[in-house]
């Protein structure tokens, strides 16, 4: 029969690389519960028009690279392609603000693209990303870029790059925009296609075109940060000199606009040297709009999110300790094998590991699996060991083994494995 193959740009996490995600998320939960997130489990199914309005018509993703399908019942539904659309309304819809004076949350789960997949770019992708609600002040900001800071560190990330702009308000953004057009209306022949729409659309967006070209023109542009208002520029200083009290260091990177309509004033990335083409590990900004624009109380707002296959290709996998099975039960012959049942029965009950080969075999294939699975004690149980009431515990690191009675068993891994785990 012909085999049917995952499809293109959605991979599968094996489980070797499942467990360090495992010890990623755990890392990140334990970080965030620290300065104060709670989780928040956010649909993978939404409205598409709730993308529309917030991230924008004629952005790359709600243009060309949403999943989209018409329900049966006509309505229009999107697999959410980011999760801050989805945490804002979700944010509304539940009166967050009336039950906390602000709020932090965080989420960890797919999202979905129609990208074209390269080495870093998948269809479905992980974030982990998080939103603050309420704080309008740049402390904030900088206590959001610390904890990502902390966290990169905690798991011991390396050449991580903290990039910070500002892309002002909608006081100060319009001037912006017009100096942008001022300066490219004479130059654009010369653009990419993408970017001669985006003149008319969004001329900010030139800035951060990854053609070499486009990139080369946009060289000499006016900068984001001379047009900064007062209240945006105090931002944006403020924002740098608790980054600094704080010890996160950064650059200023002043092409950084974002792909996504909703940022006001701070953006930022993480990027990598080691990633090649699309190197930003992490990203987001300031969106002190969004949650009036979905219909919610004027909030000020900021988030970020984290690509979790990237921050994976930059992490080192030989750190996280291989979870041993504790015990593998070799039984042979059917008496064996019941006891066998029953033993495992009671380990999973306290706790310990412990498999067995409800398919047999000889003793010899059986300690082969128990290798495999890298068992750290393996109980072989024959008919003589059940003539004698006793099993027989081999240490598979040491291969010391000694005959326990069968009575005893349970109680005496029990202590082994209670002086493992104590501290
Ligand atoms: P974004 O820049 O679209 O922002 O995505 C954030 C991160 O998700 C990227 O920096 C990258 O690491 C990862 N990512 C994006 N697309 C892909 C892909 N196709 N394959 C693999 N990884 C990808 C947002 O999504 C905003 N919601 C961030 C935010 C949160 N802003 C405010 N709050």
Redesign the pocket.
Known sequence: MAQIQGIKGVKDVLPDEARVWQHIRNKAREIFHTFGYSEIIIPVLESSELFLRSIGETTDIVEKEMYLFDDRDGKKIALRP???ASVVRSFVEHNLSHSLPFSKLYYIGP?F?R?RPQA????Q?Y?I?A?VFGFASPQIDAEMLSMLDLFFNSLNIKGVELQVNSIGCPICRPAFREALRNFFSDKLSNLCDNCQRRYELNPLRILDCKSPHCHAIAEGAPKTLDYLCDDCLKHFNTLQDCLKLAGVSYNINQRLV???DYYTRTTF?FVSGSLGA?N??????R?DSLVEELGGPPTPA??????F??LFSNFDSSSVAVKLINVFVAALGDKAQEKAFQIINQLHKKGISAITDYDGGSLKSQMRKADKFDSEFVLIIGDDELSKGVVIIRNMKNKAQEEVPITMIVEKLEGIFKTHDSP
Not at 280 to 285: F, N, W
Not at 302 to 307: E, P
């Open positions: 980011e999760g801050t999202m693209r990208e870093g770019r998948y269809r992708f974030q990303g939103e974002r792909g996504l990335e699309q930003a590990v992490a990203a987001g900004g969106y900021i988030g970020f999110s984290i690509g296959e990237r």
